[in-house]
């Protein structure tokens, strides 16, 4: 697509149920970012893949946290056992490969409430 | 752990002045720096982007760069109610990959 494209917008979960988020980044983009950012906040980075490589997981919060992205483009990020302090908008971005001047492309973001 | 600190604000300028924004970073070995703008409830769009000490221009923004003194600047001339957002400042390491480490972002308000 023209875009990075999230879904769903927006979410709102029971705490303790399981939520996922899906990511479609930009066609051609190997790199795929998902970042967190809560109300009022900075960007957290959680995530990330490059190609084929295994991911760098060295921002996610805790084991409830985990991410896949199958064939190299599609990812999903499932938040196990959500607790209140999981909402945030989270935010998926992407690029081309890893060089430094590249640029990266962030979707519109899930929004997620967990009441 | 490598961090990226901006002042919260918020910011206020009048309409037509010259907003400056600022980041420090403590990672030295970071080679790119980006500023990002993100109104409220949107995603981050990127706005500039710097590799090399000096300045660069793109329009009424400036980014100024000083990698000795580990500091990013974003001048915004001219400004405009319609600037008002948060801005985030990023930056990328040079050599580990390609993700970006991003301050708290700065509000900035243009007053007509």
């Known amino acids: 697509g023209a875009g990075v494209s999230q879904s769903p917008s927006n979410k709102v979960t029971e705490k303790g149920k399981d939520v996922e988020l899906r990511c479609d980044p930009i066609?051609?983009?190997?790199?795929l970012y998902w970042y967190r950012q809560s109300l009022g906040q900075g960007l957290e980075f959680l995530i990330y893949?490059?190609?084929?490589?295994?991911?760098?997981k060295s921002g996610l919060p805790s084991d409830r946290f985990s991410a896949e992205r199958t064939g190299g483009s599609v990812s999903t990020l499932t938040i196990q056992r959500t607790q209140q302090e999981d909402s945030a908008v989270y935010l998926c971005?992407?690029?081309?490969?890893?060089?430094?001047?590249?640029?990266?492309?962030f979707g519109e973001g899930s929004w997620l409430t967990v009441v | 752990q490598k961090e990226v600190e901006q002042n919260s604000g918020p910011l206020s300028v009048p309409e037509g002045a010259i907003a400056s924004l600022n980041c420090t970073y403590s990672d030295r070995g970071s080679q790119s720096f980006f500023w990002y703008r993100q109104y409220s409830g949107k995603s981050p769009e990127l706005i500039m982007s710097?590799?090399?000490?000096g300045d660069k221009e793109d329009g009424r923004f400036t980014a100024q760069l000083n990698k000795a003194s580990q500091y990013v600047s974003l001048l915004i001339r001219d400004s405009q109610p319609s600037d008002s957002a948060t801005y985030l400042c990023?930056?990328?390491?040079?050599?580990?990959?390609?993700?970006?480490?991003f301050g708290g972002g700065t509000r900035l308000m243009v007053k007509p």
């Open positions: 971005a992407s690029s081309f490969a890893v060089i430094s001047g590249n640029t990266i492309y």
């Open positions: 893949f490059q190609g084929n490589s295994a991911p760098d």
């Open positions: 066609s051609g983009h190997t790199a």
């Open positions: 990023a930056v990328r390491e040079g050599n580990a990959g390609n993700m970006l480490t």
């Open positions: 710097i590799y090399s000490n």
